[in-house]
Nanobody, 127 residues
Framework: QVQLVESGGGLVQAGSSLRLSCAASGRAFSDYAMGWFRQAPGKEREFVSCISLSGGRSAYVDSVKGRFTVSRDNAKNTVFLQMNNLQPEDTAVYYC????????????????????WGQGTQVTVSS
């Protein structure tokens, strides 16, 4: 079992920045690829970003490329999502997920491959 707790959300104006954190406990954090997903009202949960077990690989949905940066600190069992130049369309509940890894460069954008999820943190961006 892996327990995940997100933090760092809030209400900000367009153009602002936020840094989300996801703290993990339970099984070895470094055995899991980590992902960030978001869900806006009335919409399905969508992929935002992911990072491999080692932190050496990452991926982003096109709409956040150049604005968001994912990172992880395996010593602190934490994954981060730095979000810059936030826009109203980024408004959503942001969730982190953990996907059991097969090798250190493993990562996945597929929601169904994430077996553990946090409770989510709300990000609201006003125009």
């Amino acid at each position: 079992q892996v327990q995940l707790v997100e933090s760092g959300g809030g209400l900000v104006q367009a153009g602002s920045s936020l840094r989300l954190s996801c703290a993990a406990s339970g099984r070895a954090f470094s055995d899991y690829a980590m992902g960030w997903f978001r869900q806006a009202p009335g919409k399905e949960r969508e992929f935002v970003s992911c990072i491999s077990l080692s932190g050496g690989r990452s991926a982003y949905v096109d709409s956040v490329k150049g604005r968001f940066t994912v990172s992880r600190d395996n010593a602190k069992n934490t994954v981060f999502l730095q979000m810059n130049n936030l826009q109203p369309e980024d408004t959503a509940v942001y969730y982190c997920g953990a996907a059991r890894g097969r090798y250190i460069s493993f990562m996945t954008t597929t929601r169904d491959e994430y077996h553990y999820w946090g409770q989510g943190t709300q990000v609201t961006v006003s125009s």
